[in-house]
């Protein structure tokens, strides 16, 4: 395909394509996109195929511009990796809706709840959460060693559980609550779930005349009757919480209206199984890249005490004479935001971006080896942004931690679409807002009550998973918690 195109391409194997490497565990994802990045730099674009499947990395800035931004209305849809069939409730949320699918007017009805004001409204939710957290530590009086992958997918389930479901979970206090379990499942991508999604990505056909299944019934029915119970309550009791369901009930009732007003249905409604499926966002979007980042975060503040110690000068200097931080103060620290987004470039929890073409596309030549590149409708587009935010182009000394990068002085110079932990265009992350405010949260709350150290289980340099596609190592990142109180 690459080469009728015209178009440089990675090496590939029969069947497997060029991501034999990448399949077989032996070049992590993000290895292999970083090796092509480097192995064609003279080129604005290079072809690879991920089993049978052409897809198109694009290197240069420009054209990624031009595509997440300028010409989104023709790469606007995401490949679908699981179709909407084999289980709406999955298929049919806002990550995974294609054009077709009313992905313009879903947008539209959720982006509302996700805005400063609302986070304001939900950040007395993250509160407690975050209390619990601390407190679980807190009241062990002892200096705990943890993996913070594992208690952070637990805070991170338990934000999900109270702000997108109504329920209140603590996690660290009952290890093996039913909702915990049950989100564990629906996010677990690992083992025979990869080759059954790889599966749906080679044949979607032979899958479904099969009836392979990826997400197990029960899970579906625990979010779907979760949801429901709720929905009933609230409303036979009129009972207002500050939360994604209120906020989605005030949605439907507004499109009730509209509704009534103009006598005709919106191609998206926002019935009580969207609902379920929009609920479920937090958990497709919003679970392993929170935790993720946390982690990967309090590794660096752990592996950094001098930099640890300058965010925790901040932290004392801002809050004075209060007894919980509020939304407000977090939004006063500027070095808590160096140190975050230093961490979303060096470790970005979703390395790659996906687009699809919904019509034919021509990227006319620029550079002398150029041939016009016609794309059919259906072309996939990858951009490498774990790549981009490593090359010593664009960062010098890519691989070292530096949140100065960010600070006012040199914040200026990064390039514009070399930076995007939370992608580019209309189809950017909804749940931005909201995951900083849950970092900041639990990073403030975590410094002000310990100093985050390494101790023997902690891997330096850390050694990142081949398998997992956000890099965290397989058995976890290891760090210890010292009370604060303790080396007054
Ligand atoms: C640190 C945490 C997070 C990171 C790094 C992250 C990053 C991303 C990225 C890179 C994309 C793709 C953007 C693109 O293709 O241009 C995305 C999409 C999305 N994210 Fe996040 N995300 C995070 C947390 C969340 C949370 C908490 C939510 C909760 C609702 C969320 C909801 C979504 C949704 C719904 C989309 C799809 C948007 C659409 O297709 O219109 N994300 N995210």
């Excluded at 500027?334 to 230093?342: A, D, M, P, R």
């Excluded at 687009?355 to 596309?361: D, E, T």
């Amino acid at each position: 395909h690459w080469d009728e195109q015209g178009v440089a391409c990675e090496k590939s194997v029969f069947i497997l394509g060029s991501l034999a490497s990448s399949i077989l565990r032996i070049t992590s994802m993000q290895d292999f996109l970083a090796n092509i990045y480097k192995k064609f730099a003279d080129h604005r674009y290079v072809g690879f195929y991920q089993f049978n499947e052409p897809i198109l990395l694009i290197r240069d800035i420009e054209l990624i511009k031009q595509i997440t931004v300028k010409d989104f209305d023709v790469f606007s849809d995401y490949k679908t990796y699981l179709p909407a069939d084999v289980d709406p409730l999955w298929g049919k949320n806002l990550f995974q809706m294609t054009i077709k699918d009313g992905w313009h007017s879903m947008r539209a009805t959720l982006s509302p709840a996700f805005t400063s004001s609302k986070m304001k409204i939900m950040y007395v939710l993250m509160q407690e959460c975050t209390e619990q957290f601390i407190q679980h530590f807190k009241t062990q009086n002892k200096s705990v060693s943890i993996n913070v992958k594992d208690v952070f997918t637990r805070f991170a389930n338990d934000i999900i559980g109270t702000s997108a479901f109504g329920i209140n979970c603590n996690s660290m206090k009952n290890p093996d609550n039913e909702f915990y379990l049950m989100g564990k499942e629906a996010t677990d991508f690992s083992g025979f779930k990869v080759l059954k999604f790889f599966g749906y990505s080679f044949s979607p056909t032979l899958m479904k005349i099969f009836g392979i299944k990826v997400f197990n019934k029960k899970v579906s029915s625990f979010f779907r009757k979760t949801i429901k119970e709720t929905l009933d309550y609230r409303k036979n009791n009129n009972i207002i919480r500050p939360d994604m369901i209120h906020l989605m009930i005030e949605a439907q009732k507004l499109q009730e209206n509209i509704e009534v007003n103009k006598t005709k249905k919106l191609s998206t409604e926002l019935s009580d199984e969207s609902m379920t499926a929009q609920a479920l966002i937090f958990f497709n979007a919003g679970f392993e890249s929170v935790s993720s980042a946390l982690s990967f975060v309090v590794y660096e503040l752990g592996v950094h005490p001098d930099i640890q110690k300058k965010l925790y000068q901040e932290i004392r200097e801002t809050i004075i004479n209060e007894e919980k931080v509020t939304y407000e103060t977090l939004s006063m620290m500027k070095y808590l935001e160096c140190v975050i987004s230093e961490s979303l470039r060096l470790h970005s929890p979703l390395p790659v971006l996906e687009r699809k073409s919904i019509k034919p596309y021509t990227i006319y030549p620029v550079m002398s080896h150029e041939i016009p590149l016609h794309l059919k409708e259906g072309s996939l587009i990858c951009i490498p942004v774990g790549a981009l935010q490593h090359d010593e182009n664009y960062f010098p000394n890519p691989k070292k931690f530096d949140p100065e990068r960010f600070n006012n002085d040199n914040k200026h110079k990064i390039v514009p679409f070399t930076y995007m932990p939370f992608g580019a265009g209309p189809r950017n992350c909804i749940g931005s807002r909201f995951a900083l405010l849950e970092i900041k949260l639990m990073l403030v709350e975590l410094l002000q009550n310990f100093e985050i150290v390494p101790n023997e289980k902690t891997q330096i340099p850390l050694k990142l998973s081949k398998s997992n596609f956000n890099g965290i190592p397989d058995d976890g990142i290891w760090l210890a918690l010292q009370p604060r109180i303790l080396n007054n």
